[in-house]
């Protein structure tokens, strides 16, 4: 080969390890937009591999005929997954802010299912021109597949741990557009001496550059505007951690917090959400030195524990550290909970809370459970017999456990089930349930080793909602939330959730899909 078909065939094997970065890139993207769009991310990231991959089966079926004119095939190719991949999170967030509900996820579905047809385009087209560049077929298929799967694992570690924390979804989207529409300009002017029309094709891709960097600096910006109609209040910050997308909104004096779209808390009523809690738990343990709490990085649940002066060493186990700088640095979220987690009692651990419980040797007098509803597997973990167990023996003989359960009203078979998981660990347990104008009817579960009487606690500390002889009265239930759940006129039987047997998962998207 001469000096010339040298470089080509090097810039080939270069360029196919590049365009497997970015098909990666939006492999895992689509998967982040549907988990955080459409909730349950192991079936969004099932769906959207499943989709990419049959993709690219159906690509590279059509390559089959795609025998002449190579490099503008794969100019082209280049051009339309920069384009629609640019715009795909974009489009998304307009889509879902302004469309039919199930709309979002057929557009996600399709254009994942078409960025993955234009990707199995794209390596059987390298392969022959490699090849026809006098490359043996062998060693070119070799190469370009090295480089391909070379450039996958390189793809998903940059979106893992660059391209989602620091630039978001819809930057990311319009910054791996653009590198794919650098690849096709490259190729174009490598190969210039046998494309025609090659003035045409660089003005298609300077329109095309134009647009995607008009994208990169605006996109975002619209995109929030789109966002802001998924949201009830203005918001008033917004960010994308390693682990989740957090958001703060404020309307007059309530100041919502979510994550991943789910509210967590409103400023209006978490007293009620909090003190319900806390409180009980800490009247119906013996001694409440050592307190451990599961989640509760807003530092809320913090707050209400350190009421109590005999309280001296505060666990706090938070998964991610964005949610505590925020609570440590918001002065919204600094008035609600009173700066807690700058107190020297509490000591925080980032770190999954099943990890931890695996890990930690420590016994704790009360331990409070403020996670996320189990809406996919990562979560799902933390409501199963297992990790009530780990929690049950990392509790002092005479100590007391509180959960947060979701809505007995909303999802009770769900609420039912969480208390049946925690039951069969030989715990005996309370089940309560408070009306929170944000959220509606919330459940929680009051675990013990020892009988539980509501009619003998007393709450000791001031509260703004909460008093003993109220408590009581939390563990009422309607007929249409209690235990006695019938569907089609027969009795659901209530099974505790397991990691083998991962059912709330299904339950929770059943009984909430309608809300």
């Not at 690219?56 to 390559?63: D, K, L, Q, V």
């Not at 959730?497 to 059943?510: A, M, S, V």
Request: with cysteine.
């Amino acid at each position: 080969m001469n000096r010339l078909a040298v470089r080509q065939s090097n810039f080939i094997y270069w360029a196919s390890g590049i365009v497997s970065i970015c098909g990666i890139v939006f492999e895992v993207l689509f998967g982040a937009l549907g988990s955080y769009i459409l909730g349950d991310g192991v079936k969004q990231y099932t769906l959207t591999i499943s989709l990419f991959l049959t993709g690219m089966g159906i690509g590279a079926s059509i390559s089959e005929r795609v025998l002449k004119n190579l490099i503008i095939a794969f100019i082209y190719i280049e051009f339309f997954v920069a384009l629609i991949g640019g715009f795909s999170s974009f489009v998304m967030f307009g889509i879902t802010a302004f469309s039919p509900a199930g709309t979002d996820a057929l557009f996600l579905y399709i254009i994942t299912l078409t960025i993955g047809g234009l990707t199995g385009v794209e390596l059987p087209i390298l392969i022959r021109k490699a090849n026809e560049i006098g490359v043996s077929l062998n060693r070119s298929t070799a190469r370009v597949l090295f480089s391909d799967y070379a450039g996958g694992l390189v793809g998903g570690m940059l979106f893992a741990f660059f391209l989602r924390p620091q630039l978001g979804m819809v930057k990311t989207a319009f910054l791996v557009g653009c590198i794919n529409l650098i690849v096709a300009i490259i190729v174009l002017i490598m190969f210039r001496k046998e494309v025609k029309r090659f003035t045409t094709h660089l003005l298609v891709a300077i329109v095309i550059g134009i647009s995607l960097l008009l994208g990169l600096l605006f996109g975002e910006e619209m995109a929030f505007s789109f966002e802001q109609k998924l949201y009830k209040d203005p918001i008033i910050h917004m960010e994308e951690s390693q682990y989740q997308k957090i958001v703060l909104t404020q309307n007059e004096d309530d100041v919502r917090f979510y994550l991943n779209g789910g509210l967590q808390l409103s400023s209006i009523d978490e007293h009620r959400y909090h003190e319900t809690l806390v409180h009980p738990t800490m009247a119906q343990a013996e001694s409440i030195e050592n307190v451990l709490i599961l989640g509760g990085g807003d530092g809320i649940a913090a707050k209400e524990v350190l009421k109590y002066d005999d309280v001296k060493n505060i666990t706090l186990v938070d998964l991610d550290p964005a949610v505590v700088d925020l609570a440590n640095e918001n002065e919204k979220l600094l008035a609600l909970n009173k700066h807690s987690l700058q107190n020297e009692k509490v000591h925080i651990k980032h770190q999954d809370a099943y990890q931890y419980l695996e890990e930690t040797e420590k016994i704790f007098d009360v331990i409070i459970i403020d996670l996320p509803d189990p809406n996919d597997e990562s979560l799902n973990k933390l409501y199963t017999k297992e990790f009530y167990a780990l929690a049950r023996n990392h509790m002092e003989l005479n100590g007391a456990m509180m959960v947060q359960a979701t809505s007995p009203y909303f999802a009770t078979e769900v609420y039912w089930t969480i208390s049946e998981t925690i039951e069969s660990n030989d715990l005996q347990v309370a089940n309560l349930h408070v009306d929170i104008p944000s959220f509606g009817n919330w459940g929680f579960v009051m675990a013990s080793r020892n009988e539980i009487n509501l009619n003998q606690l007393e709450i000791e500390v001031k509260t703004n909602f909460l008093t003993a002889d109220l408590l009581p009265s939390l563990a009422k239930f309607g007929k249409d939330t209690d235990e006695d759940i019938v569907e089609n006129g027969k009795q659901i039987a209530i099974k505790p959730n397991t990691l083998i047997d991962p059912r709330l998962i299904q339950i929770y998207e059943r009984s909430w899909k309608y809300y």
